[in-house]
């Protein structure tokens, strides 16, 4: 399956999902004008890779590292991480190992709160951490 790449903007994340690699991450801030239209597409490309799992087997899957980073993150995209996670889930159930890595600036507790609050809101049972990060790349 191709991996899944939108360039950050001023108001939205980078996201690179690469099944080749596991390495999918989201990274920057995220507030966009319109949150249904920037992560529907996020949420259709997990979608057809969990069918893919289905139709070749989670051995053809490598492992996933699933990272996030933001800057700052608007109350309509922390509910679709919520979705992702969900998803995240699902994938985890199907054999799928991942491990979900939130991290957030020095100082910047209220993201390390949001992130230990999105794991317990999605009842992911993934490996999860919420660690700090110096260097967001």
């Known amino acids: 399956m191709e991996p899944l790449r939108i360039k950050a903007r001023k108001d939205s994340p980078d996201i690179t999902f690469d099944p080749q690699s596991g390495n999918f991450t989201i990274i920057g801030v995220s507030h966009p004008e319109n ?27 490598k492992p996933i590292n ?10 309509a995209s922390y509910k679709y991480m919520i979705t992702l996670f969900q998803h995240m ?6 054999g799928v190992p991942i491990q979900i890595v939130w991290n957030y600036e020095p100082g910047d507790e209220d993201m390390a709160e949001s992130g230990w609050e999105l794991i317990e ?9 919420c660690e700090v990060c110096n260097d967001p790349i």
């Not at 699933?66 to 109350?75: A, G």
């Open 35 to 61: 949150v249904t239209s920037f992560y529907e597409p996020v949420v259709k490309w997990l979608t057809q890779f969990k069918i893919e799992i289905q139709k070749n087997g989670a051995k053809s899957v």
């Open 89 to 94: 889930q699902e994938i985890f159930e199907m």
């Open 66 to 75: 699933f990272r996030l980073f933001f800057k700052y993150i608007n109350s």
């Open 121 to 129: 809101y999605s009842g992911i049972k993934a490996p999860s951490v």
